[in-house]
């Protein structure tokens, strides 16, 4: 008897070896899609391109994730494309500070709440960035000009965190922009290396090439802290060189949140799954490092705390956007 049990007892031990180290209650059973509501080359298509790359490199997922730019109407197209994909676990929607902006402006029939927040994974920062040619090698440069004479200054799309941050400049300063929208940082960035715009407000991650060629010269980035990373990305410069807009007589801070949503009516098992995935992500080696090439501020939140940090940036958002004129 005591042989049998000994026996069966190493059997389960056996089998439960071979066992998965978690057994979801739900995985996906088909391709997952990443739904991007912008262009190919901003911040947003990088970060999902990232995300792509490390699950497929650790195989965090059985099935490969698809990513998939849906930037019509200022990053309405996306936002809607989610919001009728209620049920369908198989899309999640990489999203900014739209959420708030897009529908409070355009009167978008979406809400942040018609979806199914699952992981906000870091915190994007902007940059005032010029030609790396041009006279203007200070803030003070740069702003005396403008009052001088509208420059041009780029950014993505309309009514957006670019033209927000612009507004804020206008407001803090007293100068003029002309603004001129792109679909995305990485056109924006682009026209600004030819030449054809004076600045732009792009992420750190839309101009990060740029910058270490020598095509632009970053001036200020709107942070209440400077940079933490202190590599050198250029020959003489690191993110953490960059002062804040603040320290240069500027008054203006902005920051963005990145987060990833699954469509609306997702099951707790499903939010669960892909939470656990973020999680994951977030320990590997590649999107640490991605972090820093990016100088992401990396703030990994979920659940209940998640949902009231959306409820409190919304109420800010609500506030810039009357401050700036921007709402219909």
């Known amino acids: 008897m005591r042989a049998r049990k000994l026996r069966g007892l190493r059997a389960f031990a056996m089998a439960a070896a071979l066992l998965p180290a978690m057994a979801w209650a739900w995985e996906p059973t088909k391709p997952v899609e990443i739904i991007v509501p912008f262009s190919a080359g901003g911040a947003s298509d990088q970060m ?6 490390i699950v497929a490199k650790h195989a965090l997922m059985k099935q490969p994730l698809i990513v998939v730019n849906k930037a019509g109407a200022s990053g309405a197209e996306g936002l809607m494309d989610a919001k ?31 979806l199914s927040p699952v992981a906000m ?3 994007d920062e902007f940059v005032l960035w010029v030609n790396a040619k041009s006279s203007y090698n200070t803030v003070d440069d740069f702003i005396a000009a403008a009052k001088a004479k509208r420059l041009k200054m780029g950014g993505t799309s309309s009514k957006r965190e670019d033209q927000m941050i612009t507004a804020m400049v206008e407001h803090a300063t007293g100068a003029k922009f002309i603004y001129v929208p792109y679909k995305g940082g990485g056109e924006a960035a682009t026209q600004l290396s030819g030449n054809h715009i004076d600045a732009n407000v792009n992420n750190p991650a839309e101009s990060v090439a740029q910058w270490r060629a020598g095509e632009h010269r970053a001036l200020c980035v709107f942070a209440e802290q400077r940079l933490s ?28 949140l990145r987060i990833f949503l699954l469509p609306g009516k997702a099951t707790p098992d499903q939010v669960a799954y892909y939470t656990d995935v973020f999680k994951k992500i977030s320990e590997t080696p590649e999107w640490k490092q991605y972090l820093e090439r990016s100088a992401l501020k990396p703030e990994l939140l979920t659940g209940a705390p998640l949902t009231q940090f959306l409820e409190k940036d919304e109420a800010v958002h609500k506030d810039i956007i009357k401050s700036a004129g921007f709402a219909q």
Not at 231 to 244: C, G
Not at 248 to 254: N, S
């Open 121 to 123: 994974v870091a915190v």
């Open 84 to 114: 009728e994909s209620a049920g369908d676990p198989h899309k999640l929607l990489v999203a900014s500070s739209a959420l708030y902006t897009v529908p409070l402006i355009s009167k978008l029939p979406f809400n942040w709440r018609d």
């Open 229 to 256: 990373y202190t590599q050198k990305v250029t020959e003489t410069q690191s993110w953490a060189d960059i002062p804040t807009c603040k320290e240069k007589g500027l008054d203006v801070h902005y920051e963005m």
């Open 48 to 53: 999902a391109r990232t995300i792509q790359g």
